[in-house]
């Protein structure tokens, strides 16, 4: 089974959190604050972060964000902070997932159950999409993107958002659509956590991002991909 990085500086509730996981046959890492949670996210395998933003010495803002430079796996935010600029700010630093204390633990497992299998599954797609006259290359079987022959790193929910839309260019995807697609059916996100991981996306691959090309938007409606430049098989 999976191996869990459970990031939580209330020893209680993580003791609750570890028992329920492992009850699930999940492979548990407490860690009760931020300094500890990368030692352990740097020291073994890990398979998904559940993650609390107020931590001792190194804050659950930094350590979301360091994770995601270096993996691009689930990370659920677990956190006293419910409002929805938090949980705008929790997506916009790479999180997969929110819930808000005081939770339900059952709800928690299922998140987690939902996320990692959102991770393994795949979908087969051309070998290379080409964009932005062949500038920006996009590898969806490897969700791997270039721009000018350089690496650049989307996020797990970037690219599937990416991929999305890709599967159909010029046809409109409305918010609601690009959530099911992307994430399933099961997935509760916000509209505007859909509009700043498309920002972010428009950051790191248009030319001029005021003026996108490869994700538009329609206005009142949603979002549409341009025409790939070369799509090769």
């Known amino acids: 089974m999976a191996t869990i990085l459970l990031v939580e500086d209330e020893r209680g509730i993580s003791d609750i959190v570890r028992a329920y996981l492992e009850k699930e046959n999940y492979t548990v890492l407490q860690a009760f604050d931020g300094e500890e949670a990368l030692q352990l996210f740097g020291s073994q395998p890990i398979d998904a972060v559940i993650l609390d933003l107020m931590l001792p010495k190194i804050p659950g803002e930094e350590v979301c964000s360091r994770i995601r430079s270096r993996s691009d796996l689930p990370i659920l935010m677990l956190t ?3 409002d929805l600029d ?3 700010a929790g997506f916009q630093l790479g999180a ?3 819930l808000s204390k005081p939770f339900e633990p059952r709800e928690l497992i299922e998140r987690i159950r939902a996320l990692l299998r959102r991770a393994r599954r795949g979908q087969p797609k051309a070998a290379v999409i080409a964009l932005l006259d062949g500038t920006v290359l996009v590898y969806p ?3 791997r993107v270039t721009k000018d022959g350089e690496d650049i790193f989307l996020t797990t929910n970037e ?3 990416l991929n999305t839309l890709l599967s ?3 046809k409109v995807f409305t918010r609601e659509e690009i959530i099911s697609l ?3 059916m099961e997935y509760d996100a916000y509209d505007r956590a859909i509009d700043t991981h498309i920002k972010n996306i428009r950051a790191k691959l248009e030319n001029d991002p005021r003026h996108p090309e490869i994700i538009k938007t329609v206005y009142g409606t949603g979002y549409k991909a341009g025409t790939p430049y ?3 098989k």
């Open 168 to 170: 159909n260019p010029n």
């Open 159 to 161: 690219f599937k958002i």
């Open 80 to 82: 006293a902070k419910g």
């Open 96 to 98: 997969d997932d929110y």
């Open 141 to 143: 079987e490897t969700m």
């Open 230 to 232: 070369d799509t090769a």
């Open 86 to 88: 938090d949980k705008v």
């Open 182 to 184: 992307a994430f399933g």
